[in-house]
């Protein structure tokens, strides 16, 4: 059906402790990483659906990490945890020393994707990197990403560092969310014309809620590098940075019972410009021209969003 077309089944697993369900709060229930220290241990799995983009449901299943649930992960819920996947995200300390039998587990969960989900997309976040002293945090996660992609094989798996105490968390799930979103490459080519017509340097897409990157576009000029000087291509973070302070930014107004519609930022080098797009996304326009007003930018995005509309419903 339609319905189960735009279900989208994500496994989260993990060993106990690992972080799992701290990041799921904070990316999906609104929580601030300094509240997670509240949340209790998972027992065995707890299932969340989660409307995303309006149409798009993630069924999160949150698998608890303790070794008796595992077991049974492995053998008598088997078939039922690991059919009809779409993604297995696999989550590490970076900081226990049980490294040996977290792959152990790993490599079992694995095994149980390709016999029942062979499809599936591989993530591993290699997490609580704020553990780890900043001038070592490279050579670690580089070290533990070359064995997880040995053991993964012949599967493709793609790893993230993360911490919930920054902005890598919103890195790692806009990847994840991005690969289960049907049209994405639609959205790319259309927000890079979009770029064109506003003439804007960079236009970015969030999904309302959770404010996760979707897609974004950039002006012809910017792919082609003749102004490829141009300042904020400099933060290969930017995205993610921005998710993560608009996200602060929206907390604070819920617990004032407000909801903010735009903002606008101006200084001497651009004028970015925040407003809601389609009645599950915000659109942000960043250009670098002065002489462009934000009454013209306005007016793009306005007749933008009824070409977008049909484009993010299906």
């Known amino acids: 059906t339609m319905a189960d077309h735009f279900s989208k089944k994500v496994l989260l697993m993990g060993a106990h402790g690992s972080g799992k369900t701290s990041m799921r709060s904070i ?3 609104n929580y601030i990483a300094s509240d997670t220290s509240r949340l209790g241990s998972t027992v065995n799995v707890e299932n969340a659906a989660v409307r995303f983009l ?3 449901l993630l069924n999160l299943w949150d698998c608890g990490g303790q070794e008796r649930f595992f077991e049974n992960y492995l053998t008598s819920q088997r078939e039922h945890i690991f059919s009809n996947v779409e993604v297995l995200l696999y989550v590490f300390d970076v900081s226990s020393e049980e490294f040996e039998s977290d792959l152990e587990y790993y490599q079992g969960a694995l095994q149980a994707i390709k016999e029942f989900s062979p499809e599936a997309k591989i993530f591993c976040l290699i997490h609580k990197m704020d ?4 001038d070592e945090r490279d050579e670690v996660f580089l070290e533990k990403r070359a064995i997880l992609k040995s053991i993964s094989l012949p599967l493709k798996m793609v790893a993230f560092k993360t911490s919930i105490w920054d902005e890598t968390l919103y890195k790692a799930w806009s990847r994840i969310v991005h690969s289960l979103i049907p049209n994405a ?3 790319e080519t259309n927000l890079n014309r979009l770029c064109s017509m506003c003439e804007a340097n960079e236009v970015v897409l969030f999904e309302k809620a959770t404010f996760l990157v979707i897609s974004h576009g950039v002006k012809k000029s910017q792919n082609e590098a003749n102004e490829g000087d141009y300042w904020c291509f400099k933060d290969p973070h930017r995205f993610e940075k921005i998710s993560n302070i608009i996200k602060q ?3 604070s107004c819920l ?3 407000s909801q903010f519609q735009s903002i606008q930022i101006r200084n001497s080098n651009y004028h970015a410009y925040i407003d809601e797009f389609t009645p599950n996304t915000y659109l942000m326009v960043v250009l670098s021209d002065p002489t462009i007003q934000p009454s013209v930018i306005g007016l ?3 007749a933008a969003r009824r070409h977008f ?5 299906t």
């Open 300 to 302: 793009n995005i306005k």
């Open 249 to 251: 930014f929206k907390l």
């Open 27 to 29: 990316i999906f229930a």
């Open 131 to 134: 553990l780890i002293s900043e």
């Open 54 to 56: 309006g149409n798009l």
């Open 309 to 313: 509309e049909p484009l993010l419903a």
């Open 255 to 257: 617990k004032l019972n």
């Open 185 to 187: 490459q639609l959205l």
